[in-house]
């Protein structure tokens, strides 16, 4: 069974600092993850895909990695802002088929310090 | 840009009757989702469907549960007699149909069922 792990659960930064969000997975067989950001109370808003073939993707700010052979990704916030507080979530998917379901982890709660 | 919207945004509902959630996904997808997640617990999935039919479904998805495409645009979850543990946030995510190649999921913004 796979399962994605995210630690620590929560995590507080100064604003302007770079930081570093962590997810692992117990299966090296991945085939792509999806990083999404959940304000409280609210939905999954879509980040970055990365797939098996790839092992970053970057959009504005943000920088995911895959290594599967290490069963890791991170997600990189450079210049935090106090807008950037809210849950990160990763969400792996374990099959070649491409509509495959998602697997989550538990999400770090991010808090930026103004 | 196009949206996956749900309805209602929260239902409250007694212990044993029947509620339906609705997602209307971006038109041109043709795979559809239903997760939840319980309070301070993880997003899980609970069943996938396409045309017309469902393509997986978890441990979660029992006989309570169903899916369906009404009328072409709707795609709903129904609970027949809900329980208190079914309090949770449901959302409704959807894809284009793969080539192959994993596709981004897009979630809907969620509706909470409260069970009492």
């Known amino acids: 069974k796979q399962e994605v792990t995210q630690i620590p659960a929560a995590l507080s930064v100064p604003e302007g600092e770079n930081l570093v969000l962590n997810c692992s997975f117990t299966?090296?067989?991945?085939?792509?993850l999806q990083w999404f950001r959940q304000d409280p109370g609210k939905g999954l808003t879509s980040l970055l895909l990365?797939?098996?073939?790839?092992r970053e993707q970057t959009s504005g700010r943000l920088n995911a990695s895959l290594d599967k052979s290490s069963g890791r990704s991170t997600l990189y916030i450079a210049a935090s802002q106090p807008g950037d507080s809210a849950t990160y979530l990763c969400?792996?998917?374990?099959?070649?088929?491409?509509?495959?379901?998602?697997?989550f982890g538990t999400g770090t709660r991010l808090t930026i310090i103004p | 840009e196009p949206e996956v919207t749900q309805t209602p945004s929260h239902q409250v509902t007694q212990m044993g009757q029947e509620v339906i959630l609705r997602c209307v996904p971006i038109?041109?997808?043709?795979?559809f989702y239903w997760y939840r997640q319980i309070l301070g617990q993880k997003v899980e999935f609970l069943v996938s469907?396409?045309?017309?039919?469902?393509?997986?479904k978890s441990e979660i998805f029992d006989d309570q549960f169903s899916v369906e495409r009404p009328d072409g645009s709707n795609f709903t979850l129904k609970i027949r007699s809900t329980k208190l543990e079914d309090s949770a946030m449901y959302f409704c995510?959807?894809?284009?149909?793969?080539?192959?190649?994993?596709?981004?999921?897009?979630f809907g913004p969620g509706t909470r069922l409260t069970v009492t």
């Open positions: 995510a959807t894809t284009p149909l793969s080539s192959g190649s994993f596709i981004e999921q897009y």
């Open positions: 299966d090296s067989a991945i085939y792509n």
């Open positions: 469907f396409y045309n017309n039919e469902i393509s997986e």
């Open positions: 990365i797939q098996s073939s790839q």
């Open positions: 038109s041109n997808h043709l795979y």
């Open positions: 969400a792996g998917g374990f099959s070649n088929f491409g509509n495959e379901k998602l697997t």
